[in-house]
Nanobody, 115 residues
């Protein structure tokens, strides 16, 4: 199994930027399509962005398209989510996981955006 640890969340004002990181414990993650997910208060978890093992983009949530960018550095066993022009509605706990049949959810990293 691959253990994933998210980091980089915090407090931000609307319009500011944050970059989230997800570090995998094993190099086997490099053959996995990966995704960033989020869960806002009172809402269900949703897929935000996903990419192929080679970094090709699979998906962006409509509400983040043009603002967020998912990428990966397989040499560092890391997946990133660059979040630009943050909005209050981006407030959520963000998780990384495999794109296909995600499992074993971690604690995520909290992003709080204020106006």
């Amino acid at each position: 199994q691959v253990h994933l640890v998210e980091s980089g969340g915090g407090l931000a004002q609307a319009g500011e930027s944050l970059t989230l990181s997800c570090v995998a414990s094993k190099s086997t993650y490099r053959i996995m399509a990966m995704g960033w997910y989020r869960q806002a208060p009172g809402k269900q978890r949703e897929l935000v962005a996903a990419l192929r093992p080679d970094g090709g983009i699979i998906y962006y949530l409509d509400s983040v398209m043009g603002r967020f960018a998912i990428s990966r550095d397989n040499a560092k066993n890391t997946v990133y989510l660059r979040m630009n022009r943050l909005k209050v509605e981006d407030t959520a706990v963000y998780y990384c996981n495999q794109y296909v049949n995600p499992k074993d959810w971690g604690t995520g990293t909290l992003v709080t955006v204020s106006s």
